[in-house]
């Protein structure tokens, strides 16, 4: 390659990374879910998976270019038009496509998310692009340079992964994210559960708050300085009645494992297909007349989902420090947040009592119990 066309190619791939960046940066910024009155037919998660996959293959193209000899501009911006004349535009249409009220919040979110991660890093990439006619070096590929910041192939896979995370929403679909995203919440309440439990089975000593002053041995003052600051049981002779409210809490707690897992499988799994974008008539069930309010109503569930952890964690707490009032107080939030829960799915999808809407009834009972 003469040299003036090899100089006029590096000054066309300046341009190119110039005007790849700042198109980044406007999607990064842009890339937020519209409003619902959007009435666009086109699947966001369909449009998502697409454009995410031809980004991630790009992607791997331009990771090896910059990196193996002979460096080759035209090559590169051939790679950075592709990427700018469809998928980056393309997956920024899909996060505003992808709407709260027909995709849930718990999608709407994930999608922004990982849509945001992958233009911040590719961005962090294109920057990478060396301009002055030569491969990286070894440094700039592997992140072991005196420059701070990952190297070439560490921000690659980080894009590899914010794609691969995109493609999955497809592949999971909204019913499957939901049910994800329950079974997160029911397996971090039976962490919490292990936990009070194993903690309820240490007993403390009648003595821990002894005096540390006088004419004590050091040591055994030194023990009672280090009772202060370690962690509290309950003592034997419990005199704020902490045990009997303790066993109480873990019946409920499992109750509430019972309730996550009860909800996955007889509401969530039995969800109708979503998002609802086309119009259809299938007879005068919830799920054919207006799915707006299953959407909803399945967001609302899943907060209530993850309110309960925040319960369980004050409620842990409470324990930990023996507050006898506050225990009382956690333990009835848990009660009332659930009860309005199991309330939002009384009714199946069609609007329809069935199995879970009895069970429901008697999850609602064993709650109440002993309150």
Request: charged share 30%; with cysteine.
């Amino acid at each position: 390659m003469s040299s003036s066309k090899a100089d006029e190619d590096i000054e066309i791939l300046k341009s190119t990374v110039s005007m790849t960046l700042d198109l980044i940066t406007k999607l990064e910024a842009s890339a937020k879910p519209g409003t619902d009155s959007n009435d666009s037919s086109v699947n966001a998660l369909d449009l998502a998976h697409d454009t995410a996959s031809l980004v991630r293959a790009h992607t791997t193209k331009l990771s090896l270019l910059i990196i193996n000899k002979p460096f080759t501009p035209s090559a590169i911006t051939k790679i950075l038009r592709e990427l700018v004349a469809g998928p980056l535009p393309g997956l920024a249409s899909a996060v505003e496509l992808c709407t709260s009220g027909k995709y849930t919040r718990a999608m709407s979110f994930d999608l922004e998310y990982w849509a945001g991660g992958l233009f911040s890093n590719l961005g962090i990439l294109v920057k990478a692009i060396p301009l002055d006619g030569k491969v990286l070096s070894d440094d700039a590929k592997n992140g072991t340079g005196t420059v701070e910041g990952n190297g070439s192939l560490a921000i690659t896979g980080t894009i590899w992964e914010a794609c691969d995370r995109v493609v999955e929403l497809k592949k999971l679909g909204v019913a499957g994210l939901v049910i994800k995203r329950a079974e997160e919440y029911r397996d971090l309440l039976k962490d919490a559960l292990q936990e009070l439990q194993e903690w309820g089975e240490e007993e403390g000593d009648d003595n821990e708050e002894q005096d540390a002053s006088g004419d004590e041995d050091p040591d055994e003052a030194q023990a009672a300085v280090d009772n202060m600051f370690s962690e509290r049981h309950i003592p034997k002779d419990d005199p704020d009645k902490i045990r009997p409210k303790l066993e109480s809490s873990l019946k409920r707690l499992r109750l509430l494992i019972l309730m996550y897992q009860a909800v996955v499988k007889r509401r969530f799994k039995a969800l109708p297909p979503l998002p609802h974008l086309e119009p259809e008539t299938r007879g005068k069930g919830k799920a054919d007349e207006d799915p707006g309010p299953i959407v909803s109503c399945v967001d609302e569930v899943l907060n209530v989902m993850k309110r309960l952890l925040d319960i369980t964690d004050d409620l842990a707490s409470a324990f930990y420090e023996l507050d006898g009032p506050e225990i009382d107080q956690k333990m009835d939030d848990c009660f009332l947040t659930s009860f309005g829960g199991v309330e939002l799915l009384m009714e199946n999808w069609k609007g329809q009592e069935d199995e879970f809407t009895t069970w429901a009834r008697k999850f609602q009972v064993a709650m109440k119990k002993g309150w």
